[in-house]
């Protein structure tokens, strides 16, 4: 049994072995990130178009995933809007996941490094999950944006030859939390919602 138990955690370790030899590094990853199309982003859009909803829901969460392992740290950012049935109106949210092991980010603003003014940000989700040897604090952070701010970005972005818009959370815990919407991304959100929006 003990025997087994060796070869078992050898094999183990092999594969991890393995596995982390042939994951891509830190810049063959963001490389590929900056590389993708606008296409690849329009075709990963998620739509929800229900009538019995309020409704409609429009994400981006499939475009891109900020990470490679499922036991990682899983921090990520993505789009989500509504666009109320009632009214028409618009409503758009920059999502941010943040996993730390060091304490929560407790975030309070967010800032762009383009155009888009600075505003507050709201928590609202948050966990711990704790293990022998650490503890990872997840947070669901979200901030308000508009079709206008967005648009305004991305042709400021572009103008600057960019494939990014770069954004920081403030965190209260001596944290911050530094991301990235791809340009792509951006434009497909404002395709979508301009194709599905009821005030045409």
Same mark, same amino acid.
């Given at each position: 049994?003990?025997?087994?138990?060796?070869?078992?955690?050898?094999?183990?370790?092999?594969?991890? *072995?393995?596995?982390?030899?042939?994951?891509?590094?830190?810049?063959?990853? /963001?490389?590929?990130?900056?590389?993708?199309?606008?296409?690849?982003?329009?075709?990963?859009?998620?739509?929800?178009?229900?009538?019995? $909803?309020?409704?409609?829901?429009?994400?981006?969460?499939?475009?891109?995933?900020?990470?490679?392992?499922?036991?990682?740290?899983?921090?990520?950012?993505?789009?989500?809007? $509504?666009?109320?049935?009632?009214? +028409?109106?618009?409503?758009?949210? @920059?999502?941010?996941?943040?996993?730390? *092991?060091?304490?929560?980010?407790? +975030?309070?603003?967010?800032?762009?490094?383009?155009?888009?003014?600075?505003?507050?940000?709201?928590?609202?989700?948050?966990?711990?999950?704790? $293990?022998?040897?650490?503890?990872?604090?997840?947070?669901?952070?979200?901030? /308000?944006? *508009?079709?206008?701010?967005?648009?305004?970005?991305?042709?400021?972005? /572009?103008?600057?030859?960019?494939?990014?818009?770069?954004?920081?959370?403030?965190?209260?815990?001596?944290?911050?939390?530094? @991301?990235?919407?791809?340009?792509?991304?951006?434009?497909?959100?404002?395709?979508?919602?301009?194709? $599905?929006?009821?005030?045409?």
């Amino acid at each position: 049994m003990k025997h087994f138990s060796r070869v078992a955690s050898g094999v183990a370790i092999l594969a991890l *072995t393995g596995a982390c030899a042939i994951a891509p590094t830190l810049e063959e990853r /963001e490389q590929a990130y900056l590389a993708l199309s606008d296409q690849h982003f329009e075709d990963a859009v998620g739509i929800i178009d229900d009538s019995l $909803n309020p409704s409609i829901q429009i994400d981006t969460e499939r475009g891109h995933r900020d990470y490679i392992f499922s036991w990682g740290l899983k921090n990520d950012q993505f789009f989500r809007a $509504n666009i109320i049935r009632d009214s +028409g109106t618009v409503l758009i949210q @920059g999502y941010v996941l943040v996993e730390t *092991t060091g304490d929560f980010l407790r +975030g309070t603003s967010v800032s762009f490094a383009h155009s888009i003014d600075r505003r507050d940000v709201d928590r609202i989700g948050f966990d711990v999950s704790c $293990n022998a040897s650490v503890c990872v604090h997840r947070e669901d952070v979200v901030f /308000e944006l *508009t079709r206008e701010e967005l648009q305004t970005a991305v042709t400021e972005a /572009e103008r600057l030859g960019e494939r990014t818009l770069v954004f920081r959370i403030q965190g209260q815990s001596g944290q911050d939390r530094d @991301g990235r919407f791809h340009v792509g991304e951006v434009k497909a959100l404002l395709t979508a919602v301009a194709a $599905n929006s009821l005030q045409k």
